[in-house]
């Protein structure tokens, strides 16, 4: 790595340090950082009352390496900024996450998952080095093979608990101008379940997602690479992509805006109307809008909040599953991303991986579900969920009771990692800040 980025890095990491150090007063702690959360807005969420740790200046790519195809950067850094970056070399990251400003180390502390999830799992399962700092202002260097790898493992999905990420190490593949899609059109989710499996097995995709328009209406979206194209379109004003995939046959994008085709919603794009989006939408993308709902979050509902979650169902249990939602929820259209599980996570419990036979997910994306039933929709998910071995990500609104929570997620692991590298609580536990703290209660 060239010495000056180093330098510059190791001088941001010891700003970090000192701030984690001087903290004494016992509040809890997050992190500020430049980019916009990409946390689903939750009235009263306790984070915004956090004593901060400012990571803002994290922003840097320290290094990319095209011959060894790996890359180094800072945990701020933005996908957008990462894919200019790589594509000037003739790479990308293997895993890119549909948002703009969706950060490497919010990725890995969170979720992530793309159109190339059917082949490498999340952003996380193509990283091999992570630099933490813990809440005492230790620097850990983690990877899967040294003395910190329940640490790297277990910092995915942590949420920020399980200190800071400062620096990750991840791998590139060879990129291409353009994405070519087709869009296949199923009647029945067993012949769409078929065509996924199928093209999961052949590889003969690069990348695969799909809509779910209806339950009459199964959209699979078949990318890859290609030199030419004979046309280009992109979704980032008035053009909306997720309708587009019931209307045309094929489409052809330049790759950074195949990457960010959902930057103005998944399936929730606004402004919604077409005069709306040709006045405001070249303005209006998703992070101008989750940093207008963090600025007023305080006036969200607080009683049975609009819907906006994805779940990972075991593939075997998806017919179960989407039968159970159309008659429970009924609300489409849904978006869904194969996943394939390439490492059975430490942050899960053992018994959990005992019992599933699945080798793929389908990851089911809401957007926007406002709630009509008697019963709180977020918990009817999570109990189907865990009927059905499903797991939902922890960035919505969370319901499950304590004792619930750690018959999931890997109660001794979480210890263990915690008790090295925040034994005094600082950044909370994950059970407190994703299910109490997140949803305003102390
Ligand atoms: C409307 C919406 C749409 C979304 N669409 C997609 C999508 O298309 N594809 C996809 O993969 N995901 C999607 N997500 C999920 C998103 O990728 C995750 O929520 C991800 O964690 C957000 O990353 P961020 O950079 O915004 O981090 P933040 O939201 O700021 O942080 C996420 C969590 O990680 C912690 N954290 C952040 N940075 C660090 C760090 N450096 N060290 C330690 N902890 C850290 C934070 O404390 C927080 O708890 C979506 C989320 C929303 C709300």
Redesign the pocket.
Known sequence: MNPDAQERHAVKVARIVAQLRAHTNGKPL??R?K??????PKPGDLRHRDDKID?SD?TEILEIDPVRRVCVAE??VTFVDLVAATLAHGLVPIVV???KT??I???V??????SMSFVRGGFHDTCRAYEVITAKGDVLHCTPENEHALVFQMVHGA??TL????KLTFELVPAKKYVHLRYERYTTLADYQAAIADHAERRDVDFMDGIIHSPQLYVLAAGRFVDRAPYTNRYDWVKVYYTSTARRFEDYLETPHYFFR?DRG?TNVRPKSFVGRLLFGKLLA?SEW?RIAEKVHFLLPREKPTV?LDVFVPFSKVPEFLAWYERELDFYPLWCVPYRRVHDYEWLTDGYWKALGDEMFLDLAI?GMKQRGPRNAHRMMEEKLRELGGIKTL?SHNYYPEEEFWQIFNKPNYDAVKQLVDPDNAFRDLYT?TCKAAMGKV
Do not use: D, N, R, W
């Open positions: 997050s992190l950082k980019a916009v959360s990409h946390q689903v990571i994290l945990s701020g996450p549909e948002l969706i950060t180390g919010g990725a502390a969170g979720c992530s998952i793309e949420f920020g200190g800071i990420l400062s959902y998944v998703s989750l906006t957007y960035i800040k």
